[in-house]
């Protein structure tokens, strides 16, 4: 599977992927958000993925620059989807992240046909949390200590969502 975005591409992610995505991952700005990933974790968790779950690699002038993956609850009464991203350090502050969400927001609302999608900063992510808002997305409250973060503590999350008439396209 391949998405075309205006700057980037979203691409299915392969086992090839795994260093780098690794690599990315332990960049300190990175890590702070998503915690400590070793390879297998990156191979169990980010390239093979649960079920309903649709892994990319964000790519940018032919380099991996990141990664975003599409979460789908397809409970018909429940149904939406949830996006997780993460970009490289020297990659993040040039909008590449909104990019990346916009073009998987498309496929999962004209495509797939999901009339709502949600995202989950941590509440202290104001980066994120500016990003998502400028494509749409509405604070709907906070989920309190949602998260473990690398020090071991649990952190409260911010719960985004966005009605498919939403999406600034
Ligand atoms: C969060 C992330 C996906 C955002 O993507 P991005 O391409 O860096 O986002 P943008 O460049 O569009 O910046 C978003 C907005 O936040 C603003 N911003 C930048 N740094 C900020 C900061 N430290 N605090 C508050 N706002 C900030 C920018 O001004 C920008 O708005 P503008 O375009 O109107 O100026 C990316 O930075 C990233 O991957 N970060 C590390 C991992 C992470 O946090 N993942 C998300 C977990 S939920």
Known sequence: ???????????????????ALAAILAEPEVA????VFDLD???ADLVRGGPGETPLVIEHDGEVIGYIQAV????????????????????QGRGLGPDAIRTLAIELIDR???????????????????AYAKLGFRPVGVMRA????????????????????????
Do not use: S
Request: hydrophobic content about 45%; glycine content about 6%.
């Open 1 to 19: 599977m391949e998405l075309r975005g205006r700057d980037v591409i979203l691409r299915t992610v392969a086992i090839d992927d795994a260093p």
């Open 32 to 35: 702070r958000w998503w915690g």
């Open 41 to 43: 974790r990156v191979v």
């Open 72 to 91: 789908e609850e397809e409970e018909p009464d429940f149904r939406h989807a949830g996006i997780d991203l993460f970009l490289r350090t020297d990659a």
């Open 112 to 130: 797939r046909g999901h009339h709502r999608l949600t995202i989950d900063p941590a509440a202290g992510n104001t980066r994120a949390i500016a």
């Open 146 to 169: 949602y998260q473990r973060m690398t020090d071991g503590r649990w952190a409260d999350a911010l719960l985004m969502d966005l009605l498919a008439d939403e999406l600034v396209r």
